[in-house]
């Protein structure tokens, strides 16, 4: 079960997104983010996560052991970039989008690993990809887990070859408080 929270109008929320859509940029091409406004921003929670206190948390922390659990007790907590990848599975459908672009800045071309996994090599720069449409919710979940670094970025867009191929429309997405969640963007082109 998830729960969306809309955090466009928070200023620590934006501010913290458009770094990551200019880090984003940077692995691209020059003044890329600068062609980029984002639209709206999702944070995908499991539904029995507090939202006041997962709004006041601070953005570069974990809050996965912040989270109450139930009377004290030990709770099983589902798994978060499922959840999202669910979230970013049903955008992507609503929009008709399809191509899943996850930077992986571990993995280098030559890492034979590679040969098992779908992805894209763009200038020495290596992108897990999956069909966000056609794969479920728990395999976009598993190339986020095998993508992420010190950060999950990627982008959803129409482009089967390109991760920079950004029009209206298109998801940015990454991760916030050190990567126990998701957060899911619309971006639009500037005029």
Same mark, same amino acid.
């Given at each position: 079960?998830?729960?969306?929270?809309?955090? %466009?109008?928070? &200023?620590?929320?934006?501010?913290?997104?458009?770094?990551?859509?200019?880090?984003?940029?940077?692995?691209?091409?020059?003044?890329?983010?600068?062609?980029?406004?984002?639209?709206?921003?999702?944070?995908?929670?499991?539904?029995?996560?507090?939202?006041?206190?997962?709004?006041? %948390?601070?953005?570069?922390?974990?809050?996965?052991?912040?989270?109450?659990?139930?009377?004290?007790?030990?709770?099983?907590?589902? &798994?978060?970039?499922?959840?999202?990848?669910?979230?970013?599975?049903?955008?992507?459908?609503?929009? /008709?989008?399809? %191509?899943?672009?996850?930077?992986?800045?571990?993995?280098?071309?030559?890492? /034979?690993?590679?040969?098992?996994?779908?992805?894209?090599?763009?200038? &020495?720069?290596?992108?897990?990809?999956?069909?966000?449409?056609?794969?479920?919710?728990?395999?976009?979940?598993?190339?986020?887990?095998?993508?992420?670094?010190?950060?999950?970025? /990627?982008?959803?867009?129409?482009?089967?070859?390109?991760?920079? &191929?950004?029009?209206?429309?298109?998801?940015?997405?990454?991760?916030?408080?050190?990567?126990?969640?998701?957060?899911?963007?619309?971006?639009?082109?500037?005029?």
């Amino acid at each position: 079960m998830k729960h969306i929270v809309s955090v %466009h109008t928070l &200023d620590k929320w934006a501010d913290y997104l458009d770094r990551r859509l200019a880090e984003y940029s940077r692995f691209a091409r020059d003044g890329l983010s600068t062609q980029l406004q984002i639209v709206s921003i999702e944070l995908v929670v499991p539904s029995d996560w507090n939202e006041a206190l997962v709004l006041q %948390h601070n953005l570069e922390t974990r809050i996965s052991q912040s989270v109450p659990t139930a009377e004290g007790r030990w709770k099983f907590r589902p &798994d978060s970039y499922e959840i999202g990848a669910d979230r970013l599975r049903e955008l992507s459908a609503g929009k /008709g989008l399809e %191509h899943l672009f996850c930077f992986a800045e571990y993995f280098k071309p030559t890492d /034979g690993v590679l040969k098992e996994r779908p992805h894209i090599i763009d200038h &020495d720069r290596v992108f897990l990809v999956a069909n966000s449409q056609q794969d479920t919710a728990a395999d976009v979940a598993k190339v986020l887990r095998q993508a992420r670094s010190r950060r999950t970025l /990627g982008i959803v867009n129409n482009n089967p070859i390109d991760p920079f &191929d950004v029009k209206d429309g298109c998801i940015f997405l990454t991760d916030v408080f050190d990567g126990d969640v998701l957060l899911v963007s619309e971006l639009a082109k500037n005029n």
